[in-house]
Nanobody, 126 residues
Framework: QVQVVESGGGLVQTGGSLRLSCAAS????????MGWFRQAPGKEREFVAAISWGGGSTDYADSVKGRFTISKRNAKNTMYLQMNSLKAEDTAVYYC???????????????????WGQGTQVTVSS
């Protein structure tokens, strides 16, 4: 069993920055692909970014590439999402998730992830 808890959301102005954290507990953290997803009001949950178990591979949605940075610290069982140059369209609930299947093309698919956090709200005001 794995538990994941997000934190760090909040209200920020356009162009500002936030850093989200995801704390994992339970089974060995380092053997999982980790991902961030988001869901805006009235929209489906969508892929934001993913990172491999060792942190050497990352993947980003085109909408956030160059603005967001995903990272992890296995020793602290924590993953981060640094969000810079935030836009109004980044407003959403952000979710952390773990995938026991390892790094692969499925990393962008919601169905590949086994454990999800409750989400943290990010609101970007224009």
């Amino acid at each position: 069993q794995v538990q994941v808890v997000e934190s760090g959301g909040g209200l920020v102005q356009t162009g500002g920055s936030l850093r989200l954290s995801c704390a994992a507990s339970g089974r060995t953290f380092s053997f999982y692909t980790m991902g961030w997803f988001r869901q805006a009001p009235g929209k489906e949950r969508e892929f934001v970014a993913a990172i491999s178990w060792g942190g050497g591979s990352t993947d980003y949605a085109d909408s956030v590439k160059g603005r967001f940075t995903i990272s992890k610290r296995n020793a602290k069982n924590t993953m981060y999402l640094q969000m810079n140059s935030l836009k109004a369209e980044d407003t959403a609930v952000y979710y952390c998730a773990t995938d026991a299947g390892g790094w692969g093309p499925q990393r962008r698919n919601l169905g590949a992830y086994d454990y999800w956090g409750q989400g943290t709200q990010v609101t970007v005001s224009s």
